[in-house]
């Protein structure tokens, strides 16, 4: 090689030689460089996969990404690429936006739980000084929703509200002061009507129904939803070995994400709407938008600001932001809004508050027989995610576990409260706790350790749960395994002294959902990823990814930093307008790292391909016996014959300028054909395993979690720092839940706590001492291996606390939040039972090993072997649910098994003995009953 | 935010002139001290002034020493290193968060409002439920706490420091347009959610007098909280005594009813004849029955009040009462 390739413009000779920046001077450094790093640097082989020549181990087996791997980025603990924005105070977030000569926005907002409205005046509004525009539900009648099956929101109530705090008005006005004092004077004729807050009457009939489904209501109830699923034998269930029949009470909990809603919209001087917000999923807001504003999708920029926080409370579209829309095409002027925190949780979508019922049997080999899960969930005013909250409850619950039988009724209701939506660990929270509840009574009636009852009912790598969810990777018995031994549990469980407990939960999650929600996976992809390389080297990826902090940003530029092998500097992504990035279906259901990195690990290939191929045409090399590393280009069997990342680049650029690429990912065909078969179906699969500690004060019923070994399963851990962020954060998440967060309704259906101070979002004094274990279970599909890591962490810390709070204090509790009052009734019901004077004198639980141990124990060493073969591909043989109980996984199960079930409906002499959710297939839907 | 006027007198006469001249005028106004109860109270709407006096620039009100606490002390300054009463110090590092405590003061602390469920909210909030007795907004408006009765607001004292300097005797000056009162601190409450203590119009609190003896005083402070950072108490009860002294031992409560108080009734039942291990159990008893929590707070009234005994029995065990 020549003195090498020189960049134009500038000069490098310059330069000084104590590797020192000249201030003031802009040097351009040694030709093919991305920084101040004259040298490239030496392939870090430990993050090179085994099977291509590097260090990094792989228990797992080989990944069709391994060739691709250069050592530059991917399994590196790095900061996340918009983290200086933030710790700087320089992110913008939805109301930091700014545009000159803005008004303010406030909205007007029911007082009542339910009622009609008659009559809107809004002439006092409009005559007082500085108010710039007024406008109510008739400016924006059509409907929109989250879901194409439930569009039954409205920009403001049409007819009538559903809930206090519902949106009746709105107002735009020269500052915050004269918009508030604009809305005393909306004169308003109200008919008030009887609302619902209990969401067991929300399955009886009423004279008006929240909300009306024509020909599919459902009688003249209050259900939105209801689902009934039956798998397996259920002739399995009779003479149950051991049993545990649980009726859990659930409240609902809300997201506490910092930063409040806030939207900016403006009309630019081309009559193309530009909308600012802090929002998960762009998209869908696009879409509604356009539906309301009676408006092309082209005509409308979406630009999503930096998102204080999701976890799933900002995906869905928000009347605020139609809002926003029209008084700005009203006034021709910038509207800004930003949410008080009382207004948060009156728009909500938050966790559902629940009444569940889970009844589990096991047969005398310990194999779990029977899981009926019964779901009644308060879905509040409005439909939201919660067509699918509703299979979520007893799908997502199906597994790790291999079972014999499967039955599930679910009903989500409206109820007068904000309304319910999807939030971390959609739909999956609730059911889940009171399973693994329900296993931890079960291995004590059979006399083992709850944790190997678990290890010898674990469903295998590349098998099919009982619902036909196709599991690929599966990290679930690592998982358990890692925590057993960090947390020394086989030295602690059960023989702890009284107020000191551990206990141990599962969880299993969905990386990303199979579906896009808009239209068919097979006609257009589920994600895109565009690239853009221009002569200066740097990298812009567009992508619709949205960011709200869990790192997706720096996920899809760790990708394509790899596949190039340049740092991760130079990749800058680009994610903000719905102009500039290609269609994405946002940050849900744990999809982004999964679908994303994947599409923009194709379009990066595609560019790597040219810039290879001109490498070619410079060496005289075969792009197959080429080497990418830290912007240079080499032979594999002679590193000093090479070009650098630029010179190669420009070569590629001769003919077209800079080089552009697009990547899709698109997920397999998979899944059953069932009704509601696509609920919960993903690519892959996140497991997790945690192990709690906790003090229990036993007088006062204070329960304070101190030790947390949590094991999760992502796959490969791209970036291991903010997989354990995710960890820990969700740690955090999930102790509000079981420990102390819900939203309260008073007697009057008021939400009484609707502040930051009475919503007791546990603070840093409540976190105990995390412990992120990173299992990689490496996904054959998933980018470089990689799934999940932000929701599903969050499923077990519920259960492993309650089970923790069992050990301490041998008292089951099935209320969540375990506030002290309800822990403290608990423990003096207990005491008055066991005819103790002090509550101090209780019982601690304890374990001697029964007979079924040994077979647990014995049958789990055998399916870690089987477990092993399957995951390293070694054994590639058929398996799904049902072998553990003797079937063959060749043969359709129903051609096997006489009575084996597959319903989505129940049969007539069901009806009877159905669980509350139940209840509401006793209703007929107006067209069974003849009407419309 | 309502708009208001703030005024910043720079002595005590000239605050109560600022306040003489206010209430002359018909103007009704409040004072404030570190703003960490007054401003979110504005914000929400909730009985908002005109006027506002800041306390923040009167020098007697800043002056601390082991005995006499000026109301504007800041909680976070109530530390041992200053030579602050111990038991004062544990209550005060147990108040709501470090952050707060750096604006927070003794004297906004001791006039506290009293908090309730159906009064802590936002004006649109109030509205729907048609106001309630403390802010009746002129409506006259019903207790939501306890329907159909109109005379007494049962909104909660949750104040910390309160029933530790009532534990030292402690006596607070007060200075209004009539003159200088000086009285102890339970004498200071008030029993009316609304009313909360004996402050004129245009008097207020200049600083806390601790007795002479307060430093032989050993004492501990018990509070019921779900957090511990934020959290106003659920229930908190005070005790303390010359060690080895029963006769000294004062116990004192608060969070439980409108105001902080005193139990020397029941301490003085039992403390006669101290019996070891049984008087405990029988006076922790004693303050449960003596204690009527309502429904408006984070915790059910029910389980605040068992409870009382745990946080009295684990206060005297604390300070080696046996």
């Known amino acids: 090689m020549s003195a090498g390739y020189r960049q134009q413009p500038g000069n490098s000779s310059s330069k000084r030689t104590d590797g020192k920046r000249i201030a003031g001077k802009q040097v351009f450094p040694p030709p093919g460089s991305g920084g101040s790093r004259p040298q490239m640097k030496e392939r870090d082989l430990d993050y090179i996969p085994e099977s291509v020549g590097g260090k990094e181990p792989q228990p797992a087996g080989s990944h069709i990404h391994d060739r691709i791997r250069t050592g530059t980025v991917v399994g590196k603990s790095l900061s996340l690429v918009d983290s200086n924005a933030k710790v700087t105070g320089q992110a913008w977030y939805g109301d930091d936006v700014r545009l000159p000569n803005e008004t303010i926005g406030k909205i007007l907002r029911s007082p009542h739980h339910y009622a009609k409205i008659k009559s809107i005046d809004t002439s006092r509004v409009e005559a007082l000084p500085g108010v710039i525009a007024v406008a109510t539900g008739q400016d924006a009648s059509n409907s929109f929703g989250v879901l194409p099956v439930t569009k039954d929101e409205h920009a403001m109530a049409v007819e009538k509200v559903r809930h206090m705090g519902d949106l009746v008005a709105c107002v735009c006005a020269e500052s915050e002061a004269i918009a508030i004092e604009a809305l005393s004077l909306f004169d308003i004729e109200w008919e008030e009507l009887e609302p619902v807050f209990d969401r067991k009457m929300g399955l009886e009939d009423v004279d008006e129904p929240i909300h009306w489904r024509g020909k599919y209501h459902l009688s003249r109830t209050n259900v939105q939803k209801r689902v009934f699923q039956e798998f397996g034998d259920r002739s399995l269930v009779e003479n149950a070995h051991a049993s545990s029949h649980g009726k859990w009470s659930m409240e609902g909990v809300h997201h506490g994400f910092t930063e409040p809603h806030a939207v900016v919209a403006h009309w630019d001087p081309n009559g193309r709407l530009q909308l600012y917000t802090p929002q998960q999923v762009p998209h869908y807001t696009h879409r509604a938008l356009s539906t309301v504003l009676d408006v092309p999708m082209h005509q409308i920029n979406v630009i999503r600001t930096f998102v204080g926080g999701g976890f799933g409370g900002k995906s869905d579209p928000f009347p605020h932001e139609m809002c926003a829309a029209i008084l700005a095409r009203k006034s021709g002027r910038p509207v800004r809004i930003t949410f008080d925190r009382e207004e948060v949780y009156w728009i909500n979508r938050g966790r559902h508050p629940s009444d569940i019922e889970v009844k589990m049997t096991a047969d005398d080999i310990g194999r779990i027989s029977g899981f009926d899960i019964d779901a009644l969930i308060d879905g509040g005013g409005f439909a939201s995610f919660g067509h699918v909250t509703s299979y979520y409850n007893g799908v997502l619950a199906t597994a790790p576990y291999e079972l014999g039988s499967f039955h599930y009724t679910g009903a989500r209701v409206w109820t007068n409260k904000p309304a319910s939506g999807a939030m971390r660990g959609h739909g999956a929270v609730n059911t889940r706790c009171a399973v693994e509840v329900g296993l931890d009574e079960m291995a004590e009636q059979m006399a083992v350790d709850p944790i190997d009852l678990r290890l010898a009912n674990l469903l295998p790598p590349h098998s099919r749960t009982i619902t036909g969810f196709r599991i690929t990777s599966n990290g679930m018995r690592e998982a358990l395994e890692e925590v057993r031994n960090g947390s020394n549990w086989d030295k602690k469980f059960r023989q702890l002294p009284l107020g000191k407990g551990i206990g141990v939960g599962c969880g299993f999650f969905i990386s990303g959902s199979g579906l896009p929600i808009h239209w068919d996976p097979n006609r257009f992809p589920h994600a895109t990823v565009h690239i853009q390389v221009d002569m200066d080297g740097g990298v812009t990826v567009h992508t619709g990814a949205a960011d709200i902090g869990q790192g997706s940003t720096t996920a899809v530029a760790q990708v394509v930093a790899e596949v190039l092998a340049l740092p991760i500097e130079m990749i800058h992504v680009r994610s903000h307008e719905s102009d500039t990035a290609p269609v994405d279906l946002g940050s849900y259901s744990s999809r982004v790292t999964f679908m994303n990195a994947n599409a923009a690990i194709r379009a990066a290939l595609e560019i790597r391909e040219q810039i290879l191929k001109a490498a070619w045409d410079i060496l005289g090399y075969h792009p197959n016996t080429l080497v990418l590393n830290d912007r240079r280009i080499y032979y594999k069997h002679d590193p000093s014959i090479g070009v650098s990342y630029l010179k190669a680049l420009h070569k590629a650029q001769e003919d077209k300028g800079s080089l552009i690429a697009s990547g899709a990912y698109r997920s397999p065909p998979m899944g059953g054909v069932h009704k509601g078969a696509a609920a919960g179906l993903a690519p892959a699969y996140s497991f997790s395993a945690y192990v709690a500690e906790v003090d229990v004060d036993v007088e006062l019923g204070l329960v304070k979690c101190t030790n947390v070994w949590a094991a999760h399963d992502c796959g490969k851990a791209l970036n291991p720092l903010a997989v354990k962020g995710q960890i820990i954060g969700s740690c955090h998440m999930g102790l509000g839940q079981v420990l102390s967060e819900k939203m309260v309704y008073g007697r009057t259906g008021h939400l009484q706590n609707a502040n930051l101070l009475e919503y007791k979002i546990p603070s840093v004094h409540e976190m105990p001492h995390v412990v992120p274990i990173i299992i990689e279970s490496c996904d054959p599909e998933g980018p470089f291996g990689a799934k999940e890591a932000g929701e599903g962490p969050l499923l077990p810390i519920l259960p492993a606390v309650v089970n923790a709070v069992y050990d301490a204090v041998g008292v089951r509790f099935r209320d969540l939040p375990l506030t002290p009052d309800i822990v403290y009734k608990g423990i003096e019901r207990q005491r008055r039972a066991l005819k103790l004077d002090d509550c101090l004198e209780l019982p601690s639980p304890r374990l001697e090993h029964g007979p079924m141990q040994e077979v647990l124990v014995a049958r789990a060493a055998e399916h870690k072997t089987r477990d092993k073969a399957r995951q390293r591909t070694e054994d590639t043989s058929h398996y799904v649910n049902g072998v553990l109980f003797g079937f063959d996984p060749n043969i359709p199960l129903e051609d096997q098994v006489d009575g084996w079930r597959m319903a989505t409906e129940p049969d007539p002499e069901q009806l009877a003995e159905l669980g509350l959710a139940g209840k509401a297939w006793l209703k007929k839907t107006q067209r069974e009953m003849g009407r419309d | ?322």
């Not at chain 2, 910043?8 to 006469?13: L, N, Q």
């Not at chain 2, 007054?38 to 620039?57: C, D, E, F, G």
């Not at chain 2, 449960?288 to 605040?304: E, F, G, I, M, W």
């Open chain 2, 1 to 322: 935010m309502p708009p208001f006027t703030l005024h910043h007198p720079e002595s005590i006469e000239e605050a109560v002139e600022t306040a003489s001249k206010l209430i002359a005028q018909g103007d009704d106004f409040d004072w404030v001290a570190g703003g960490t109860d007054v401003v979110p109270n504005y914000k929400w709407r909730i009985n908002p002034k005109p006027h506002v006096i800041s306390l923040a620039s009167i020098p007697e009100a800043n002056q601390t020493s082991r005995y006499e606490i000026g109301c504007m002390t800041k909680l976070s300054s109530l530390t041992a290193d200053n030579e602050v009463h111990p038991l004062i110090v544990e209550a005060a590092s147990k108040i709501a968060s470090s952050l707060i405590r750096k604006s927070a003061t003794v004297g906004g602390n001791l006039c506290l409002d009293t908090r309730c469920f159906w009064y802590n909210q936002s004006e649109d909030w109030r509205r729907s439920i048609d106001w309630c007795h403390k802010a009746d907004c002129g409506t006259g408006a019903d207790c939501r706490v306890i329907p159909n009765q109109n005379t007494l607001c049962v909104a909660t004292y949750q104040g910390d420091l309160a029933p530790n300097f009532m534990a030292l005797g402690a006596e607070v000056t007060l200075i209004g347009p009539d003159g200088k009162r000086v009285m102890p601190l339970e004498e200071f409450y008030q029993l009316d959610g609304m009313k909360k203590n004996v402050l004129q119009r245009g008097e207020f609190m200049l600083k806390v007098t601790l007795p002479k003896d307060a430093y032989d005083y050993e004492g501990s402070y018990q509070k019921l909280r779900l957090r511990e950072s934020w959290d106003f108490p659920e229930a908190g009860i005070s005790a303390a005594w010359k060690k080895g002294d029963y006769s000294s031992l004062r116990i004192a409560s608060t969070a439980l009813e409108s105001i902080p108080k005193t139990h020397d009734d029941q301490v003085s039942e039992f403390v006669s004849a101290w019996e070891k291990g049984a008087t405990i159990s029988k006076l922790s008893d004693a303050i449960r029955k003596s204690v009527k929590p309502v429904n408006n707070t984070a915790l059910p009234p029910n389980y605040r009040r068992s409870v009382v005994r745990i946080l009295a029995k684990r206060a005297l065990n604390n300070i080696g009462c046996e």
